[in-house]
C-alpha cells in the first residue's frame, strides 16, 4: 500500500510542478516576443497589405464565413 500512496504522492507533486512551471515559463516567453506590436513593425504592415490584396471592391474577402473571421 505504501508503493501506491508513493506513486500517488509522486505524481500530484510532479504535476504541481509542472503546473506551477508552466505558469511562471510561459510570460517570460511571451515577454521575449516583444508584444504588443506597433503598427509600423513589418509583421503588421505585411498582414494588412495581405488583407487588403484578397479584399474585394465591396469589403468582402471571400465568402460571408471567411470575412467575418477576418474581421474577429
Known sequence: MD??????TFAVLL???LLISGIVV????ALEAHYPLSPDDTEITKALD????????DGDIGSFGTSAWVVM
Open 50 to 57: 495581405y488583407l487588403r490584396s484578397a479584399q474585394s471592391d
Open 26 to 29: 510561459m510570460p517570460a516567453i
Open 15 to 17: 504535476s504541481v510542478i
Open 3 to 8: 508503493k501506491i500512496a508513493n506513486k500517488e
